[in-house]
């Protein structure tokens, strides 16, 4: 009993990492009808820029702090240089995001070596609770709580705000958005910047327990693309329960039968594409 | 005349070529046939229908896989194993279309790579069929009983695969100017026009997707009697973005555009890395600067300036 409780709660919490990665897919999508191919890079870049803040100040804090701003200033870099010119070729940005998926994993190899690294755990988070005859580590009950967190705040974010609004104003209506006055191409730079963040934030709160390697954008971008062909684009809901469906999976998967992760995943993509093309809450 | 004049210089080429040029080139040149049959399998789908697969390697790989585990497992039948391949590369397409063929734009994008992603996952991790990342080693060219030369010798493999681009390339050129070719350039401009004249465009992309995976397999069959190896890169998205990056570096719906891609990247790929580690790296500026700069590729430069050209010519004789 207490392995099915221990293992259902280890896959929530990869879940939870795997909202924060598919959330900014998502948003990015609804606004901008492109896909970053390059969220799994901010991932992996997320967490080695944090290692090496890490290893010079000792502080998780100042990790998670200087991981999420250089990688959020990246994707609006990325966006604003590059992106920005194809406005209207959605093909084209999300080849020019492939681009970048070559350029910055290289990179990143090139600068952090191809060692696998883990971050380690925060010590104010360290020890576990017993459930059952298993422990279960604390870490892992906060990383679930900061991800419904960030998904509740996301979720006001997006519905109670004003920069919220602006978001949903250009997702529903561009043209209409821009006749109002909203200044569209700041609106795209910070979400693109947003998403960006998300993801390497997910990589780093994730840190202690994936760590990075190479490889591991790839492996991360299929997932959360399981997500978001489940769920449905341009969705935060449909983001989130995505990736509870995809987390619990692929977490069994691990344990039981291996082999067959990816295909069981898929196969599960491939049943609800066969009933609905655009996943359960997509909007194209 | 023209046109057999090029066709007449190409012929000398070839006859000429592989004889003068050192064993080196003539491996690579071989390299750079069997990636353009591949690109321009790739092609079909993103010049002639706008469906930018990122998923192309499933099918090349399938096809090289199944070469590698019956020819090391069974028996290495080249008139069994290489028909075989591409087969299964057809009944691989024939599935995956199903899925794909439903989604278009970002979603087409993500399941296409996803799909093959799966591929490569199996090929990953199932160690007792694929030998996972180590790959299958020691894959034979074949024997093929009328021919007088053994396969094994670079010149006459070059001339092997060449004979298979040549039909490759002759047959996609006549299905691109068939009218099932012109139907399905009607379906890239307007799906719902041709639904409305009465086209079945669902039946058309389909079989047009699994010609187009049915070529890849060609391709993937060719290259693993070439490496005499398979490994899980054959069905990466490395694979596939390199194909994509040939077709859009030459220029999409041209069938000869995306050749001239594949002759550009497989050279580039051999200096650089003569030199350099970091053939990612580079080949991650190119995509960047393909299409910042050229978005109809090598060949629509050529043919733009081709057509100024031309209208200067007008001009002067107006």
Redesign the interface.
């Known amino acids: 009993m207490s392995f099915w409780v221990i293992q259902t709660l280890n896959g929530i919490t990869f879940s939870m990492v795997l909202f924060l990665i598919t959330a900014g897919l998502t948003l990015i ?1 609804g606004l901008m ?3 970053n191919l390059a969220q799994g890079c901010f991932y992996l870049l997320g967490v080695l820029i944090g290692f090496s803040v890490l290893q010079s100040t000792n502080s998780f804090l100042l990790c998670l702090f200087f991981g999420i701003i250089a990688t959020g200033i990246l994707g609006i870099m990325l966006q604003r240089f ?1 992106l920005y ?2 406005q209207d ?4 940005q ?3 995001t ?10 990143a190899l ?1 600068i952090w070596g191809g060692e696998p690294k883990l971050l380690p755990k925060p010590s104010l988070f360290e020890g576990s609770i017993e459930i059952g005859s298993n422990f279960f580590a604390i870490y892992r009950l906060v990383m679930i709580l900061i991800g419904v967190l960030i998904a509740l705040g996301l979720w006001l974010f997006i519905g109670r705000t004003r920069m919220g609004a602006l978001i949903r104003a250009g997702a529903d209506d561009i043209e209409m958005a821009r006749g109002l006055g909203i200044s569209i191409p700041i609106l795209f730079t910070g979400v693109f910047g947003l998403g960006a963040a998300l993801s390497s934030f997910g990589g780093i709160i994730a840190g202690p327990l994936i760590g990075a390697h190479p490889g591991l954008e ?1 492996d991360i971008l ?1 997932l959360s ?2 997500v ?2 489940i769920g449905g ?1 341009g969705s935060l809901k449909g983001a989130f329960l995505g990736s509870l469906l995809v987390g619990l999976v692929d977490n069994f998967c691990k344990v039981l039968i ?2 067959l ?3 069981v995943i ?1 196969g599960a ?2 049943i609800v ?2 009933f609905k ?3 359960l809450f997509g909007r ?1 | 005349m023209r046109r057999w004049i090029g066709i007449i210089i190409l012929i000398l080429l070839f006859g000429i070529l592989p004889h003068v040029l050192s064993r080196y080139y003539v491996i690579l040149l071989t390299k750079i046939l069997i990636f353009a049959i591949f690109a321009m399998s790739l092609d079909l789908l993103v010049g002639y229908l ?1 469906l ?1 697969s ?1 998923g192309h390697g499933a099918f090349f790989g399938i096809a090289s896989y199944f070469i590698g585990i019956f020819s090391t497992r069974v028996g290495n039948s080249f008139w069994l194993n290489f028909p075989l391949a591409i087969a299964m590369a057809v009944v691989v397409a024939a599935v995956f279309g199903l ?1 794909v063929l ?6 087409f ?3 296409s ?3 093959s ?2 591929l490569w ?2 090929a990953f ?2 160690r007792f069929l694929t030998r996972g990342d180590d790959g299958i080693p020691g894959i034979s060219r074949p024997v093929i009983g009328f021919l007088p030369w053994s396969l094994q010798d670079p010149i006459c493999y070059l001339y092997f695969v060449l004979f298979f681009f040549m039909v490759a390339f002759i047959l996609m050129y006549i299905l691109v100017q068939s009218p099932f070719g012109h139907t399905i350039l009607g379906i890239r401009e307007s799906e719902l026009r041709m639904r409305t004249l009465g086209y079945n465009t669902w039946l058309h992309k389909y079989i047009w997707f699994i010609i187009s995976g049915l070529f890849a397999g060609l391709a993937g069959g060719l290259s693993v009697y070439f490496n005499g190896f398979v490994s899980p890169t054959s069905l990466s ?1 490395a694979i596939s ?1 390199d194909a ?1 990056l040939m077709v ?1 570096l030459g220029g999409a719906g041209t069938l000869i555009g995306p050749v001239i891609g594949a002759g550009s990247l497989v050279l580039l790929e051999n200096i650089v890395s003569a030199y350099t580690g ?1 053939w ?2 580079v ?6 600067l393909v ?2 700069t050229t ?1 109809y590729g090598i060949l629509g430069l050529v043919n733009r300036s081709g057509s100024k050209e031309q209208r200067r010519h007008e001009g002067i004789g107006g």
């Open positions: 999508f009808r492109i896909i590059f010119r194809f070729d959605h093909e084209g999300v080849l020019l492939l681009g970048f998926v070559f350029i910055l994993s290289d990179l090139l790839w299929l693309m399981a978001v062909l684009l291996p082999e992760g990816l295909f898929f993509v491939a594409l066969a093309p655009t996943g194209l | 706008k930018p990122l899925l439903r989604t278009r734009g970002a979603y994008f993500m399941i790579l996803a799909l992603q799966m996952g199996i991790s199932w998205v973005a994509l859009l970091r990612l790296l080949l991650g500026i190119i995509f960047v299409r910042m978005p």
